[in-house]
T-cell receptor
């Protein structure tokens, strides 16, 4: 089974802190994604990566950055956390050959206070 | 305007009913289409791909209308276990950027 693992299920951080969310996949997938999910807004794409050290902005990249130093790991960084970044963050991966079949991690519920 | 739009619902239907969801997309260059299912407090999972000729998987039928830029999902003989949020997914031309709709909530009642 494909496994996508996010480092934390729940996080509480203070405004202004730098926050790291980690995601690891074990299926050698080329593509990795970070989404946030908010009620009524669905999943919104923050950043994605189709190869090591490659990254592309999604629809809402402001306030976020990413890092992909190894194929299996994709990190999301909140440079200076703000309360409007309180959300559920979901990481996903897919193979280029079957790009529509994305596998998700269990999500990280981040609360910024 | 959102790139992928869905009726948020909720759709409340009795067991055994047939229910249909539509999803519209704005980018005519979109190349691949899918339906995902998300159960409460769980991650989304692929339900089925949507092919140009339409496709069926048991009680589920997916259709694509490129001219009108919408896809649909039909569920026949609804079961209690079909209660979930159904997410429409579009991949842009070029291959990788995967865009999700906000989802349609379905409640199937006994």
């Amino acid at each position: 089974d494909v496994k996508v693992t996010q480092s934390s299920r729940y996080l509480v951080k203070r405004t202004g802190e730098k926050v790291f969310l980690e995601c690891v996949q074990d299926m050698d997938h080329e593509n990795m994604f970070w989404y946030r999910q908010d009620p009524g807004l669905g999943l919104r794409l923050i950043y994605f990566s189709y190869d090591v050290k490659m990254k592309e902005k999604g629809d809402i990249p402001e306030g976020y950055s990413v890092s992909r130093e190894k194929k299996e790991r994709f990190s999301l960084i909140l440079e200076s956390a703000s309360t409007n970044q309180t959300s559920m963050y979901l990481c996903a991966s897919s193979s280029t050959g079957t790009a529509g079949e994305a596998f998700f991690g269990q999500g990280t519920r981040l609360t910024v206070v | 305007r959102k790139e992928v739009e869905q009726d948020p619902g909720p759709f409340n239907v009795p067991e055994g009913a047939t229910v249909a969801f539509n999803c519209t997309y704005s980018n005519s260059a979109s190349q691949s289409f899918f339906w995902y299912r998300q159960d409460c407090r769980k991650e989304p999972k692929l339900l089925m791909s949507v092919y140009s000729s339409g496709n069926e998987d048991g009680r589920f039928t997916a259709q694509l209308n490129r001219a009108s830029q919408y896809i649909s999902l039909l569920i026949r003989d609804s079961k209690l276990s079909d209660s979930a949020t159904y997410l429409c997914v579009v991949i842009r031309a070029g291959g990788f950027k995967t865009i999700f709709g906000a989802g349609t909530r379905l409640f199937v009642k006994a």
